[in-house]
């Protein structure tokens, strides 16, 4: 049975991408902070390729714990799902260093830390992918509009963060991508958002179980499209 490993998976996208790998029969380890929540252990009430794990992806004796729990299984794809928009006001003279380190530690360190937590159990598995949900929020080219400066320097990090370990994980079979979800009625994309999260989920698992090698090191949206750094 194939098998993902999805952090932030109690709400949003996370909790999308759950439901429609474990309804392709893969064997889900869904991660979040708090997997005792009445909302999480009902909705995997009965679904034995679903196990919840509590994950805090700030926490690096948290990863260290799990990723010694989960030594000797093979993760096909290790899915870097959870992240945070940041502070409320990021503007030129709004923005704090502190919470500017807290996006940054949440948004593009973290995903470092558990490829690296996770990066021999990756290469034991067939698929070897790790993917990281970035944004169009983080490209350079695509941005118009200014503003957002905690969010959009920590995506734009971690895009950088996905392209070195698709040169450096090369060697070991391991693809590595940055993913737009598109903008997405979740609590981060706001009610406006024209996009449900189950159309994004649907498309981003689409575009993931058709990746391939070539494809490592690139953003793409979830409908497969390649957008620029």
């Known amino acids: 049975m194939p098998t993902i490993l999805i952090t932030g998976a109690n709400r949003g996208l996370g909790l999308e991408l759950t439901k429609v790998f474990a309804g392709l029969q893969w064997r889900v380890i869904a991660c979040c902070r708090e997997p005792e929540q009445a909302a999480m252990q009902q909705a995997w009430a009965g679904q034995m390729a679903v196990t919840l794990h509590r994950l805090d992806v700030g926490d690096e004796q948290q990863i260290s714990a799990l990723a010694a729990q989960l030594a000797g299984t093979p993760i096909d794809i290790l899915f ?126 689409e575009v993931l179980l058709g990746l391939t090698p070539a494809q490592s090191g690139l953003l793409i949206d979830y409908l497969g499209k390649v957008r620029p750094w």
């Not at 957002?148 to 995506?155: G, I, P, Q, V, W």
């Open 80 to 205: 870097n799902n959870a992240g945070v928009y940041g502070p409320e006001l990021q503007g030129l003279d709004e923005l704090t260093v502190v919470d500017w380190l807290e996006t940054f530690r949440i948004n593009t360190i973290a995903p470092l830390r558990l490829a690296a937590a996770f990066v021999e159990s990756v290469a034991a598995s067939q698929r070897r992918i790790i993917a990281s949900m970035g944004s169009v929020m983080g490209s350079i080219a695509e941005n118009s509009s200014g503003g957002h400066y905690a969010y959009r320097t920590s995506k734009a990090a971690l895009h950088m963060v996905m392209k070195g370990l698709a040169v450096d994980l090369a060697p070991r079979g391991i693809t590595a991508v940055a993913f737009h979800p598109g903008w997405v009625r979740t609590r981060m994309g706001g009610d406006a958002a024209p996009l449900q999260p189950e159309e994004s989920a649907a498309g981003l698992a």
